[in-house]
């Protein structure tokens, strides 16, 4: 996952799952990887990862096709 890069961020795990899937169906390929503390789960995040070459297309893919 060394190519990956973060293009979404959030604190809602649903949130992460939804860019993830937005993604994956105009075939881009995302995983959600889970950066919340283990024991009490307040702090930390969900970041949503895409490979390098699709970073460009993801974040645009974000910011103009979806909205909470």
Known sequence: MENWIRVFEDQ????AEIVKGVLEERGIPAVVMNKKESVYQLHGTYEVLVPHEKVLDAMQM????ISF
Request: glycine share 0%; proline share 0%; charged share 25%.
């Open 12 to 15: 809602n795990q649903i949130r």
């Open 62 to 65: 974000i910011q103009n096709e």
